[in-house]
């Protein structure tokens, strides 16, 4: 519409201006959907296709279109499907051991910092979550082994007589590798989270005479849910799925299902790793959809709009 | 702001507290930093101080080669990554329905690594294999090796893998900026770039800032993912964790881990260090403005 009017006094110069400004205008609108469409050809169907890819049959080296649920069968009557559950549990373990160290912090920061400095406070936990997961995980190894930093540390107070040997190769090794991968990330979901509960309300609370239990339970907890939601998933999801925890802390009988996957791409089995991969999407679908029907989850981007 | 009068103590005791988690997170790095400048290596009873480990890290050519590597691919994808998160925030800023960008935006994050790696490895492999069969079926090899395992997939990796930090960060700076100035801007004659460059970035500048170092340092340390996408190269991460993988921690492998340490450590320290300058400077020149002008 705007061409037909402008196009008709001037010369033919500047309908050629008019022109390439209406399409600059054009190009410019259809850049805004650029990287959706990235994110759809390069993350959406890639991960909608595990679906599709776990039905194939294997082959020598790789696979052919068929359906088989022969992967399925291979996952969930073997081991693979104890060794799945059990990382499940000590990854819950993991996610209520950050809540109840790295909530608090959320809570504080957001309550007793001034609102300039709060950002500054955050970036001190953003630290460690820059150093790589890997060589922090690593570094572990040196910590926790029997003549690492703890059982020296703790000997020499005289606390102990004789090394710990479990808090490393076993289950408690990759719950604390866990916890220590993640933690910050509770605390950030949970400052996101507290934008939610304005600082009056703890006055509020205390003019009402609430005491803290409640106050948490009653008032903190409902409104921060929805991040405190999110955080969790989070930190559960990735427990399951990062492979070199348990490979680096882990002992016997600490696989999870990322180490399921990652062994059977090294294996050349690409069915069995895309069907874990598909049901690692469907439990992470299934608990965000949970999710989102019990707190609403977009509710924890509100304050960004 | 409260407890801070009510009860001093509790207060610092708050604050000890959120340091000591701050510490404990960070004591294997510390603590691999120190073992780092031993000569001795772990485990020894003596201590003695060296920077023997970090001299023999940077005359290794394959871990410069590595080193070389990385930085590249860490330029390339800030390069795509950053303007395509502020694109999307724009477009998310306007958008009707927001919750398919969020979606599409924010998942990566909730995928664990090795489950990304290994549904796009097999993605890039059987793209590539059809991209082949398409070739045949048309007579000419143009379409050959497009998703051949190199560079070109680890960088498609790495930008999903990064686009959310990189996303949120823009988004959370893009909300004190008010539309009304590129409206402005529009009916003053603007086009949509000058309106973008001219007015809004400048106030989204610091967040466009962070969020090229996030995704410098989050290249830098990932290693999952480019391991299972990059083709025949190394970076410096999946060289250390092949070499500790394979024959355990040596003291070379202290010092290299103790390096991608300090680099994080010193930038996020010198945009807290940028941060607190800056907003010092800015609340003097607020005081400066504010003072009365006294006639004497």
């Known amino acids: ?305 | 702001m409260t407890d801070e009068y009510a009860n001093p103590w509790l207060y610092r005791l708050k604050w000890l507290y959120m340091l000591l988690l701050v510490v404990t997170l960070m004591s294997p790095v510390l603590y691999v930093m120190y073992i780092s400048f031993n000569a001795n290596g772990f485990g020894a009873r003596a201590y003695d101080f060296t920077f023997e480990w970090y001299r023999l890290v940077f005359s290794d050519t394959l871990l410069l080669n590595a080193l070389r590597w990385t930085l590249t691919l860490a330029v390339v994808v800030t390069c795509i990554t950053v303007p395509f998160a502020v694109l999307a925030a724009k477009y998310y800023k306007t958008a009707q329905n927001k919750l398919p960008i969020v979606f599409l935006l924010l998942a990566p994050l909730f995928v664990p690594p090795d489950i990304l790696g290994s549904a796009l490895l097999v993605y890039f492999k059987s793209l590539n294999a059809s991209f082949i069969w398409l070739g045949d079926q048309l007579g000419t090899s143009m379409f050959d090796g497009w998703f051949r395992l190199s560079f070109f997939t680890a960088v498609i990796g790495l930008i999903i893998y990064t686009i959310p930090y990189a996303f949120i960060v823009v988004l959370i700076t893009m909300g004190r900026y008010r539309t009304e100035q590129t409206e402005a801007a529009r009916a003053c004659g603007a086009d949509g770039w000058r309106a973008f460059w001219d007015i809004e970035f400048p106030q989204i500048r610091a967040g466009v800032f962070s969020a090229c170092s996030f995704c410098v340092i989050l290249v830098f340390n990932e290693y999952t993912r480019t391991s299972l996408l990059k083709g025949g190269f190394d970076t410096f991460t999946t060289v250390l964790i092949s070499q500790m993988l394979n024959t355990g921690m040596s003291p070379q492998s202290y010092a290299m881990s103790s390096m991608v340490a300090f680099t994080a450590i010193a930038i996020i320290g010198s945009i807290i260090i940028f941060t607190l300058i800056r907003t010092e400077s800015l609340s003097r020149l607020a005081r400066a403005k504010a003072e009365p002008v006294m006639s004497s």
């Open chain 1, 1 to 305: 519409m705007a061409s037909l009017t402008t196009n008709s006094p001037g010369g033919a110069a500047r309908s050629a201006g008019e022109t390439s400004a209406v399409w600059r205008e054009r190009v410019g609108r259809w850049i805004f959907y650029l990287p959706l469409a990235f994110m759809v050809v390069f993350f959406a169907v890639p991960m909608a296709l595990t679906v599709v890819f776990s039905f194939f049959e294997r082959t020598m080296f790789w696979m052919e279109p068929a359906f088989t649920l022969f992967s399925y069968n291979n996952f969930f009557f073997s081991a693979r499907l104890e060794n799945f559950l059990t990382s499940m549990k000590y990854s819950a373990l993991a996610v209520v051991i950050c809540f109840i160290f790295g909530f608090p912090i959320a809570v504080f920061i957001r309550r007793s910092i001034p609102q300039v400095a709060q950002h500054r406070v955050i970036l001190l936990f953003i630290l460690p979550f820059m150093v790589s997961e890997i060589i922090r995980v690593f570094a572990l190894r040196p910590v926790l082994q029997r003549n690492g930093l703890v059982n020296t540390t703790l000997m020499d107070w005289g606390l102990i007589d004789e090394p710990i040997t479990s808090l490393l190769y076993t289950h408690t090794g990759v719950v604390i590798g866990e916890v220590l991968s993640f933690l910050p990330f509770i605390v950030f979901a949970g400052f996101l989270a507290m934008e939610a509960v304005p600082k009056f309300i703890f006055e509020v609370c205390d003019d009402l005479g609430v005491g803290h239990r409640r106050r948490f339970t009653d008032v903190i907890l409902p409104l921060a849910a929805p991040g405190i939601f999110a955080g969790a998933v989070f930190i559960f999801v990735n427990g399951l799925g990062v492979a070199l925890l348990p490979n680096i802390l882990g002992g016997p009988g600490a696989v999870n299902a990322g180490l399921i996957a990652t062994q059977a791409i090294t294996a050349l089995d690409f069915p069995l790793a895309m069907a874990v991969s598909a049901i690692m999407m469907a439990t992470l679908m299934g608990l965000l959809y949970i999710g989102h029907r019990l707190f609403d989850l977009t509710k924890i981007l509100t304050p960004l709009n």
